[in-house]
Protein backbone atom coordinates (compact mmCIF):
# COMPACT_ATOMS: atom_id res chain seq x y z
CA UNK A 1 0.00 0.00 0.00
CA UNK A 2 1.34 3.31 -0.73
CA UNK A 3 0.97 5.65 2.20
CA UNK A 4 3.04 8.31 4.36
CA UNK A 5 3.98 6.00 7.42
CA UNK A 6 5.98 6.95 10.20
CA UNK A 7 6.02 3.12 11.44
CA UNK A 8 9.28 1.94 9.05
CA UNK A 9 11.37 4.55 10.60
CA UNK A 10 10.67 3.73 14.40
CA UNK A 11 12.58 1.37 15.95
CA UNK A 12 11.75 -0.57 19.26
CA UNK A 13 12.69 2.25 21.02
CA UNK A 14 10.18 4.78 20.21
CA UNK A 15 8.38 5.08 23.26
CA UNK A 16 10.70 6.77 25.16
CA UNK A 17 11.65 8.77 22.56
CA UNK A 18 8.09 9.98 22.19
CA UNK A 19 8.05 10.30 25.87
CA UNK A 20 10.77 13.08 25.56
CA UNK A 21 9.73 14.48 22.34
CA UNK A 22 6.02 14.34 22.89
CA UNK A 23 5.45 16.33 25.72
CA UNK A 24 5.77 13.74 28.39
CA UNK A 25 3.52 10.91 26.34
CA UNK A 26 4.35 8.60 28.32
CA UNK A 27 4.65 4.76 27.04
CA UNK A 28 1.18 3.76 28.54
CA UNK A 29 -0.58 7.06 26.62
CA UNK A 30 1.09 6.36 23.68
CA UNK A 31 -0.01 2.21 23.34
CA UNK A 32 -3.57 3.51 24.47
CA UNK A 33 -3.18 6.22 22.03
CA UNK A 34 -2.44 3.41 19.36
CA UNK A 35 -5.40 1.00 20.62
CA UNK A 36 -7.96 4.27 20.10
CA UNK A 37 -6.89 4.28 16.60
CA UNK A 38 -6.70 0.39 15.77
CA UNK A 39 -10.17 0.40 17.17
CA UNK A 40 -11.78 3.33 15.78
CA UNK A 41 -9.94 1.53 12.26
CA UNK A 42 -11.21 -1.67 12.92
CA UNK A 43 -15.10 -0.50 13.52
CA UNK A 44 -15.17 2.12 10.72
CA UNK A 45 -14.04 -0.49 8.56
CA UNK A 46 -16.28 -3.23 9.45
CA UNK A 47 -19.34 -0.60 8.92
CA UNK A 48 -18.14 0.07 5.77
CA UNK A 49 -17.83 -2.90 4.37
CA UNK A 50 -20.72 -4.62 6.14
CA UNK A 51 -23.53 -2.78 4.37
CA UNK A 52 -25.20 -2.88 0.67
CA UNK A 53 -22.68 -2.40 -1.58
CA UNK A 54 -19.47 -2.62 0.80
CA UNK A 55 -17.90 -4.81 -1.17
CA UNK A 56 -20.07 -5.12 -4.58
CA UNK A 57 -19.19 -1.13 -5.56
CA UNK A 58 -15.59 -0.90 -4.02
CA UNK A 59 -12.90 -1.81 -6.34
CA UNK A 60 -10.55 -1.80 -3.91
CA UNK A 61 -12.24 -5.29 -2.39
CA UNK A 62 -14.48 -6.14 -4.57
CA UNK A 63 -14.60 -9.78 -4.65
CA UNK A 64 -13.80 -11.05 -8.28
CA UNK A 65 -14.39 -14.93 -9.48
CA UNK A 66 -11.72 -17.31 -7.96
CA UNK A 67 -8.78 -16.60 -10.92
CA UNK A 68 -9.29 -20.29 -12.51
CA UNK A 69 -12.84 -19.84 -13.07
CA UNK A 70 -12.37 -16.69 -14.49
CA UNK A 71 -9.56 -17.69 -16.68
CA UNK A 72 -12.50 -20.09 -17.98
CA UNK A 73 -15.26 -17.29 -18.28
CA UNK A 74 -14.76 -16.56 -21.83
CA UNK A 75 -15.81 -20.31 -22.60
CA UNK A 76 -18.18 -20.67 -20.41
CA UNK A 77 -19.79 -17.30 -21.38
CA UNK A 78 -19.41 -19.01 -25.03
CA UNK A 79 -21.70 -21.88 -23.69
CA UNK A 80 -24.38 -19.22 -22.32
CA UNK A 81 -23.33 -18.81 -18.46
CA UNK A 82 -22.66 -15.04 -18.52
CA UNK A 83 -25.74 -14.87 -16.34
CA UNK A 84 -24.70 -17.12 -14.12
CA UNK A 85 -20.68 -16.10 -13.85
CA UNK A 86 -22.47 -12.64 -13.44
CA UNK A 87 -25.39 -13.93 -10.14
CA UNK A 88 -22.36 -16.36 -8.65
CA UNK A 89 -20.00 -12.83 -8.71
CA UNK A 90 -22.84 -10.11 -6.70
CA UNK A 91 -23.96 -13.25 -4.56
CA UNK A 92 -20.24 -13.99 -3.45
CA UNK A 93 -19.98 -9.94 -2.24
CA UNK A 94 -23.26 -9.84 -0.89
CA UNK A 95 -22.25 -13.31 1.50
CA UNK A 96 -19.14 -11.16 2.39
CA UNK A 97 -21.35 -8.58 3.09
CA UNK A 98 -23.29 -10.10 5.17
CA UNK A 99 -20.67 -11.63 7.10
CA UNK A 100 -18.41 -8.81 8.18
CA UNK A 101 -20.19 -7.51 10.67
CA UNK A 102 -19.62 -10.15 13.58
CA UNK A 103 -15.71 -8.99 12.92
CA UNK A 104 -16.61 -6.17 15.28
CA UNK A 105 -16.30 -7.79 18.77
CA UNK A 106 -13.28 -9.96 17.99
CA UNK A 107 -11.35 -6.96 16.46
CA UNK A 108 -12.78 -4.80 19.29
CA UNK A 109 -11.37 -7.48 21.73
CA UNK A 110 -8.04 -8.02 19.94
CA UNK A 111 -7.26 -4.20 20.14
CA UNK A 112 -8.11 -4.07 24.20
CA UNK A 113 -5.61 -6.95 24.33
CA UNK A 114 -2.63 -5.25 22.96
CA UNK A 115 0.35 -4.23 25.48
CA UNK A 116 2.79 -2.07 25.47
CA UNK A 117 5.37 -5.00 23.68
CA UNK A 118 2.57 -5.35 20.90
CA UNK A 119 1.95 -1.65 20.35
CA UNK A 120 6.04 -1.33 20.47
CA UNK A 121 6.00 -4.19 17.40
CA UNK A 122 3.47 -2.65 15.73
CA UNK A 123 4.92 1.16 15.95
CA UNK A 124 7.91 -0.15 14.37
CA UNK A 125 7.17 -2.43 12.20
CA UNK A 126 6.45 -1.83 7.84
CA UNK A 127 3.58 -0.42 5.92
CA UNK A 128 2.10 -3.84 6.96
CA UNK A 129 2.41 -3.99 10.55
CA UNK A 130 -1.25 -3.02 11.35
CA UNK A 131 -2.53 -5.94 9.19
CA UNK A 132 -0.10 -8.62 10.00
CA UNK A 133 -1.43 -7.70 13.84
CA UNK A 134 -5.29 -7.96 13.35
CA UNK A 135 -4.55 -10.79 10.52
CA UNK A 136 -2.16 -12.96 13.36
CA UNK A 137 -4.45 -12.16 15.75
CA UNK A 138 -7.26 -12.61 14.45
CA UNK A 139 -8.00 -14.73 11.03
CA UNK A 140 -8.71 -18.24 12.77
CA UNK A 141 -11.09 -17.24 14.97
CA UNK A 142 -12.90 -15.16 12.32
CA UNK A 143 -12.45 -17.78 9.83
CA UNK A 144 -14.08 -20.01 12.07
CA UNK A 145 -16.71 -17.08 12.98
CA UNK A 146 -17.43 -16.22 9.48
CA UNK A 147 -17.94 -19.70 7.65
CA UNK A 148 -21.46 -20.45 8.64
CA UNK A 149 -22.25 -16.55 7.73
CA UNK A 150 -21.13 -16.71 4.63
CA UNK A 151 -22.78 -20.12 4.13
CA UNK A 152 -25.83 -19.02 5.26
CA UNK A 153 -25.78 -16.08 2.88
CA UNK A 154 -24.51 -18.27 -0.31
CA UNK A 155 -27.24 -20.56 0.37
CA UNK A 156 -29.86 -18.61 0.36
CA UNK A 157 -29.32 -17.42 -3.57
CA UNK A 158 -27.55 -20.78 -4.69
CA UNK A 159 -24.42 -19.79 -4.58
CA UNK A 160 -23.08 -22.98 -3.71
CA UNK A 161 -25.12 -24.76 -6.64
CA UNK A 162 -23.98 -21.75 -9.00
CA UNK A 163 -20.65 -22.61 -8.23
CA UNK A 164 -20.70 -26.52 -8.21
CA UNK A 165 -22.60 -26.25 -11.38
CA UNK A 166 -20.05 -23.71 -12.95
CA UNK A 167 -16.58 -25.68 -11.93
CA UNK A 168 -17.74 -29.16 -12.52
CA UNK A 169 -18.38 -27.94 -16.31
CA UNK A 170 -14.96 -25.89 -16.38
CA UNK A 171 -13.88 -29.03 -14.81
CA UNK A 172 -14.91 -31.23 -17.36
CA UNK A 173 -13.39 -29.35 -20.26
CA UNK A 174 -10.13 -28.91 -18.35
CA UNK A 175 -10.17 -25.34 -17.55
CA UNK A 176 -10.66 -25.47 -13.72
CA UNK A 177 -8.61 -26.57 -10.94
CA UNK A 178 -9.87 -24.81 -7.51
CA UNK A 179 -8.00 -23.15 -4.94
CA UNK A 180 -9.70 -23.46 -2.25
CA UNK A 181 -11.85 -26.46 -0.85
CA UNK A 182 -15.19 -24.14 -1.40
CA UNK A 183 -17.01 -21.06 -2.24
CA UNK A 184 -17.54 -20.67 1.33
CA UNK A 185 -13.58 -20.86 1.90
CA UNK A 186 -13.02 -18.69 -1.02
CA UNK A 187 -15.22 -15.93 -0.22
CA UNK A 188 -14.36 -15.71 3.68
CA UNK A 189 -10.58 -15.35 2.62
CA UNK A 190 -11.43 -12.49 0.24
CA UNK A 191 -13.54 -11.16 2.96
CA UNK A 192 -10.76 -11.19 5.37
CA UNK A 193 -8.34 -9.97 3.07
CA UNK A 194 -10.50 -6.57 2.23
CA UNK A 195 -11.36 -6.25 6.05
CA UNK A 196 -7.85 -5.65 6.59
CA UNK A 197 -6.83 -3.86 3.96
CA UNK A 198 -9.72 -1.63 5.25
CA UNK A 199 -8.40 -1.36 8.46
CA UNK A 200 -4.89 -0.44 6.75
CA UNK A 201 -6.68 2.13 4.76
CA UNK A 202 -8.61 3.90 7.58
CA UNK A 203 -4.85 3.75 9.58
CA UNK A 204 -3.57 5.29 7.53
CA UNK A 205 -6.08 8.51 7.23
CA UNK A 206 -5.89 8.57 11.05
CA UNK A 207 -2.04 8.75 10.57
CA UNK A 208 -2.65 11.57 8.29
CA UNK A 209 -4.68 13.80 10.29
CA UNK A 210 -5.01 12.73 13.74
CA UNK A 211 -6.87 16.17 14.53
CA UNK A 212 -8.94 15.60 12.48
CA UNK A 213 -10.42 12.25 14.75
CA UNK A 214 -11.53 14.78 17.33
CA UNK A 215 -9.44 12.78 20.37
CA UNK A 216 -6.95 15.14 22.02
CA UNK A 217 -4.65 11.76 22.54
CA UNK A 218 -4.77 10.34 18.98
CA UNK A 219 -3.30 13.78 18.10
CA UNK A 220 -0.64 13.82 20.79
CA UNK A 221 0.29 10.47 19.49
CA UNK A 222 0.21 10.06 15.66
CA UNK A 223 0.63 14.49 16.34
CA UNK A 224 4.16 13.72 17.14
CA UNK A 225 5.15 11.01 15.18
CA UNK A 226 4.92 13.02 11.31
Do not use: C, W
Not at 24 to 41: H, I, M, N, P, V
Not at 86 to 94: F, G, H, K
Not at 141 to 161: D, N, Y
Amino acid sequence: MRRRHFSAALPVFAFPLLARAGGGLSEFDASQGLRAALEKGAVSAVQVLGRPDGFLANAQVHIPLPKALHDAASLLNALGMRRQLEDLELAMNRAAEAAVPQARALLVDAVKKISIADARQILAGGETSVTEFFAGKTREPLTVTFMPAVHQATSKVGVVEQYDRLTHKAQSMGLYRPEDPSVDHYVTRKALDGLYFMIGEEEKQIRRDPVGTGSALLTRVFGGLR
